[in-house]
């Protein structure tokens, strides 16, 4: 069936790095992609989000990237801090609809 | 901003038994809410969709007779795991929108054992 994937499982970056987590999703009628941070324990927390209408969006010290050619998403931090080691989710929803799909995840840690 | 509560955080219970698991929107109506279940190291599985006032929508393979679901109110919505075994034990995520659609809001979670 339709899925979102992950291309890595995870991540190890040194404080103060810029970090890049993947993700590949397979259905080409994805119209809507959200990135969540996960903590040990928590529900996912929103990140950032992006339209199928765009290509890139910025937030503070986060950066999304689609690329629809190659159904594509990705997310970038600046300065990776501490406190950014967490598990990384992509997420995607179809036709303006409401169910929102996974992605595997990743795990990033950020090494002193 | 909105904000779901999720109760309990955390729960053991025996197998058998049922474990009600409850998810409150704080500041919005929550016309739509959804159930997720995690298992360890892995990503979240949806499990429901439930809309205020009506019958809850089940993901393939998600027992609806075990995985009971309430929505009714726009700030409430349950969830019941009926006769627990040890292979429910999970963490169970809600997450809710409002009237206007615009984003989820995920709860905390509760981290369901069984023994």
Same mark, same amino acid.
């Given at each position: 069936?339709?899925?979102?994937?992950?291309?890595?499982?995870?991540?190890?970056?040194?404080?103060?790095? /810029?970090?890049? =987590? /993947?993700?590949?999703?397979?259905?080409? *009628?994805?119209?809507?992609?959200?990135?969540?941070?996960?903590?040990?324990?928590?529900?996912?927390?929103? =990140?950032?989000?992006?339209?199928?209408?765009?290509?890139?969006? %910025?937030? %503070?010290?986060?950066?999304?990237?689609?690329?629809?050619t190659v159904k594509?998403?990705?997310?970038?931090?600046?300065?990776?801090q501490p406190g950014?080691? *967490?598990?990384?989710?992509?997420?995607?929803?179809?036709?303006?609809?409401?169910?929102?799909?996974?992605g595997t995840g990743?795990?990033?840690?950020?090494?002193? | 901003?909105?904000?779901?509560?999720?109760?309990?955080?955390? &729960?053991?219970? !025996?197998?058998?038994?049922? &474990? !009600?698991?409850?998810?409150? +929107?704080? @500041?919005?109506?929550?016309? #739509?809410?959804?159930?997720? $279940?995690?298992?360890?190291?892995?990503?979240?599985?949806?499990?429901?969709?439930?809309?205020?006032? +009506?019958?809850?929508?089940?993901?393939?393979?998600?027992?609806?007779?075990?995985?009971?679901?309430?929505?009714?109110?726009?700030?409430?919505?349950?969830?019941?795991? #009926?006769?627990?075994?040890?292979? @429910? +034990?999970?963490?169970?995520?809600? +997450?809710? $929108? @409002?009237?206007?659609?615009?984003?989820?809001?995920?709860?905390?979670?509760?981290?369901?054992?069984?023994?």
């Open positions: 069936g339709e899925s979102v994937g992950l291309h890595l499982p995870t991540l190890s970056v040194q404080e103060g790095d /810029n970090s890049i =987590i /993947n993700c590949a999703y397979s259905n080409s *009628a994805s119209d809507y992609f959200i990135w969540y941070k996960q903590e040990s324990g928590k529900g996912p927390q929103f =990140i950032i989000d992006i339209r199928s209408n765009m290509d890139k969006r %910025q937030g %503070q010290r986060v950066t999304v990237l689609l690329n629809k594509h998403l990705s997310l970038q931090i600046a300065a990776t950014d080691s *967490a598990v990384y989710f992509c997420a995607e929803t179809t036709g303006g609809g409401n169910k929102l799909t996974f990743t795990q990033l840690k950020v090494e002193l | 901003g909105a904000v779901v509560s999720q109760h309990p955080s955390w &729960v053991i219970c !025996k197998s058998g038994t049922s &474990v !009600k698991i409850e998810c409150r +929107s704080l @500041d919005f109506q929550a016309t #739509t809410m959804f159930w997720y $279940r995690q298992f360890p190291k892995q990503s979240l599985m949806l499990m429901a969709t439930s809309n205020e006032g +009506s019958k809850a929508t089940y993901e393939q393979g998600v027992e609806k007779d075990k995985f009971l679901i309430n929505h009714a109110s726009l700030t409430l919505s349950t969830l019941t795991v #009926t006769s627990a075994h040890p292979e @429910d +034990s999970s963490f169970y995520i809600c +997450s809710a $929108r @409002d009237r206007r659609n615009v984003g989820y809001t995920f709860g905390s979670g509760t981290r369901l054992t069984v023994v």
